[in-house]
């Protein structure tokens, strides 16, 4: 048994697919550990959804932004982007059942001594913390109320967390954190703006995983989104967006063996 976590598919279906057959991946044995952002801005996001929902039994899933951006078009309370790439899921016959599956997967997952999550966690914020809130927004996302926090779950303030902060500001900034972070100040400010690279971080800002940490360092957190910083391994941290939808590899890692499994894109 092996229990492979894959970066940013982004509806890149056939790298996708391709990447699994390499891995020789059974869903009879082995497990999928993604860290979201599953469809939009490639060419095939229905297949991934259908290929995922028929092995979802040994599937562990987070939410990242893109997948929360296609729940709110479909719930009605989001346009549809000019880069968008999601009217084969809109379209699709089973599109309620897949968009339902999809609605059910959390935001932050941890078993054993591992963790994922779309982009990161908040300096401040211990597992049990994150698990904690991670559970406040799912218990949203899996009832009716739903298209409401979807609809308010745009834009970028409040910038820090408080324990003090209710209703929309409070499940933003947990959102924000979750499937938006690159970047924040000493004080753990978050800042959207910047997407670029590692090394050219602007000097009021650091990567959200350099700041000093609440999180316990003997557990991995395995994450994505940031594409820019590409494969981003530490003792603590396994960071596989490498930009396949910007046409690089999709790139897979073994959590049993630590084995870094990268394909070209097929899609482009």
Not at 31 to 39: A, H, I, K, M, T
Not at 50 to 78: E, F, K, M, P
Not at 107 to 123: D, I, N, T
Not at 211 to 228: F, M, N, Y
């Amino acid at each position: 048994m092996a229990t492979y976590a894959i970066g940013d598919i982004q509806g890149c279906a056939k790298t996708f697919l391709k990447l699994l057959k390499t891995l020789r991946f059974d869903p009879g044995n082995d497990r999928l550990w993604l860290v979201g952002d599953l469809v939009n801005r490639g060419p095939g996001s229905l297949t991934v959804l259908r290929h995922l929902y028929s092995i979802r039994t040994s599937v562990q899933v987070v939410l990242g932004n893109h997948d929360l951006h296609l729940l709110a078009v479909a719930s009605g309370v989001a346009s549809l982007r000019d880069d968008d790439t999601i009217d084969d899921v809109l379209n699709a016959p089973d599109k309620q059942e897949l968009l339902l599956w999809l609605r059910q997967q959390p935001l932050f997952f941890k078993e054993g001594r591992h963790a994922l999550v779309h982009a990161g966690l908040l300096p401040s914020w211990d597992f049990a913390k994150a698990q904690a809130l991670s559970s406040e927004v799912e218990a949203l996302l899996k009832n009716d109320a739903h298209p409401d926090l979807l609809k308010n779950m745009r834009g970028g303030k409040p910038q820090h967390w408080s324990d003090d902060l209710k209703a929309w500001d409070r499940y933003r900034v947990i959102l924000n954190a979750f499937t938006r972070m690159r970047v924040c100040d000493e004080t753990g400010g978050m800042d959207f703006s910047y997407k670029g690279a590692y090394e050219n971080i602007p000097q009021r800002y650091s990567p959200w995983f350099d700041l000093p940490t609440q999180r316990p360092l003997d557990i991995t957190l395995i994450c994505g989104h940031w594409s820019a910083l590409d494969l981003h391994i530490t003792p603590n941290l396994v960071s596989i967006d490498s930009g396949c939808i910007w046409g690089g590899p999709l790139t897979a890692y073994c959590l049993e063996t630590q084995e870094i499994t990268q394909l070209a894109n097929q899609d482009q």
